[in-house]
């Protein structure tokens, strides 16, 4: 069998990483580039680098990857959708969720894999804490936290960091837990003077009654990820930097030492961390697509999926500025 024929739209900070996994992984090759503003990092190799779309359809397209600005993605995939081109869309699957509903459904009409790159469920750590959460190992499900916070990047402009970074969070915790979100509370602030939000606090239920809080910022300075899911058993901590994921389990005795006791509760037991195998995730992540194209496997953040995370965005947003909570 051929080849998927492949292209790139955007070629700036994340379309090199993609263009370099593209050149990586078996069974695709990365034949046409396209962005409106260069190659300022060199990722053509080669290639002619198109400055319109349609220039780059002539290519002949199995699929493409959009690593653009989130105003443009609807334009974009709209474009690759009538064309009959599979599409690898970065998150967010749009700047809202009517655009993003159009692109789900142009695809859908044309029975084309649509997936978001949504690269936190690809992280060894989160993979392999959703298969022990599947096998029963923590028990109940209480609480899932995340913490996401650094410096701001310079190359977002478009969204603040709700649709940008809080949209990981939202991703991996229906996707761990297997449940949706029903309801969301948060507050943001915008403190470095850019037109959007750079920092949010939001808390939410899930179905089945899983409580979640969400801790995410531009304006940290030192980069933390980290996914907390506290049980009946006790608590798994995902560490996405590294790939760590170590589970602390509930004690099986108390401690006599009466100072330390009053204020832990539960009494702490052992600690494991996993050895995990660390795959890069954006590698993971193009292999899935291609094996989802090749009609081998349907493992990819599809845009539906997407599209609820949006929303999820959304209602955050709307609870901060109306200081209510919002019912998904």
Same mark, same amino acid.
């Given at each position: 069998?051929?080849?998927?024929?492949?292209?790139?739209?955007?070629?700036?900070?994340?379309?090199?990483?993609?263009?370099?996994?593209?050149?990586?992984?078996?069974?695709?090759?990365?034949?046409?580039?396209?962005?409106?503003?260069?190659?300022?990092?060199?990722?053509?190799?080669?290639?002619?680098?198109?400055?319109?779309?349609?220039?780059?359809?002539?290519?002949?397209?199995?699929?493409?990857?959009?690593?653009?600005?989130?105003?443009?993605?609807?334009?974009?995939?709209?474009?690759?959708?009538?064309?009959?081109?599979?599409?690898?869309?970065?998150?967010?699957?749009?700047?809202?969720?009517?655009?993003?509903?159009?692109?789900?459904?142009?695809?859908?009409?044309?029975?084309?894999?649509?997936?978001?790159?949504?690269?936190?469920?690809?992280?060894?750590?989160?993979?392999?804490?959703?298969?022990?959460?599947?096998?029963?190992?923590?028990?109940?499900?209480?609480?899932?936290?995340?913490?996401?916070?650094?410096?701001?990047?310079?190359?977002?402009?478009?969204?603040?960091?709700?649709?940008?970074?809080?949209?990981?969070?939202?991703?991996?915790?229906?996707?761990?837990?297997?449940?949706?979100?029903?309801?969301?509370?948060?507050?943001?602030?915008?403190?470095?003077?850019?037109?959007?939000?750079?920092?949010?606090?939001?808390?939410?239920?899930?179905?089945?009654?899983?409580?979640?809080?969400?801790?995410?910022?531009?304006?940290?300075?030192?980069?933390?990820?980290?996914? /907390? !899911?506290?049980?009946?058993? $006790?608590?798994?901590?995902?560490?996405?930097?590294? &790939?760590? +994921?170590?589970?602390?389990?509930? #004690?099986?005795?108390?401690?006599?030492?009466?100072?330390?006791?009053?204020?832990?509760?539960?009494?702490?037991?052992?600690?494991?961390?996993?050895?995990?195998?660390?795959?890069?995730?954006?590698?993971?992540?193009?292999?899935?697509?291609?094996?989802?194209?090749?009609?081998?496997?349907?493992? /990819? !953040?599809?845009?539906?999926? $997407?599209?609820?995370?949006?929303?999820?965005?959304? &209602?955050? +947003?709307?609870?901060?500025?109306? #200081?209510?909570?919002?019912?998904?």
């Amino acid at each position: 069998m051929a080849n998927l024929r492949a292209g790139l739209i955007g070629l700036g900070m994340m379309g090199r990483h993609h263009a370099r996994v593209i050149r990586e992984i078996d069974g695709v090759d990365l034949v046409g580039v396209s962005d409106a503003f260069g190659d300022p990092h060199g990722v053509a190799d080669g290639l002619k680098v198109c400055s319109q779309v349609e220039e780059l359809l002539e290519q002949g397209l199995d699929m493409a990857v959009v690593a653009v600005p989130t105003i443009l993605h609807e334009e974009i995939a709209l474009k690759l959708a009538d064309a009959g081109v599979h599409a690898l869309i970065e998150k967010p699957i749009a700047n809202d969720s009517a655009s993003g509903t159009r692109i789900a459904e142009s695809f859908e009409a044309k029975g084309l894999v649509g997936a978001v790159g949504h690269i936190e469920r690809f992280n060894p750590a989160l993979q392999n804490l959703r298969e022990r959460l599947e096998a029963g190992e923590l028990g109940d499900v209480y609480q899932l936290s995340t913490r996401r916070q650094g410096p701001f990047p310079a190359r977002i402009a478009d969204v603040g960091v709700v649709k940008d970074l809080a949209t990981h969070d939202i991703d991996l915790t229906a996707w761990l837990t297997q449940s949706a979100y029903v309801d969301v509370y948060a507050r943001t602030t915008s403190r470095s003077g850019r037109d959007h939000e750079d920092m949010v606090s939001a808390i939410g239920h899930l179905a089945g009654g899983i409580i979640t809080n969400h801790t995410v910022n531009w304006l940290s300075p030192f980069k933390e990820r980290t996914t /907390v !899911v506290l049980g009946e058993r $006790g608590a798994f901590v995902a560490d996405t930097i590294s &790939a760590d +994921l170590t589970f602390i389990e509930n #004690g099986t005795f108390q401690t006599e030492w009466e100072s330390m006791a009053a204020f832990r509760g539960v009494a702490e037991g052992s600690s494991t961390r996993f050895a995990l195998a660390k795959r890069e995730p954006l590698r993971v992540e193009h292999e899935t697509f291609r094996d989802a194209i090749l009609g081998k496997s349907n493992s /990819v !953040v599809t845009l539906r999926e $997407g599209l609820e995370t949006l929303r999820v965005a959304e &209602a955050v +947003l709307e609870s901060a500025n109306t #200081g209510s909570i919002v019912t998904l």
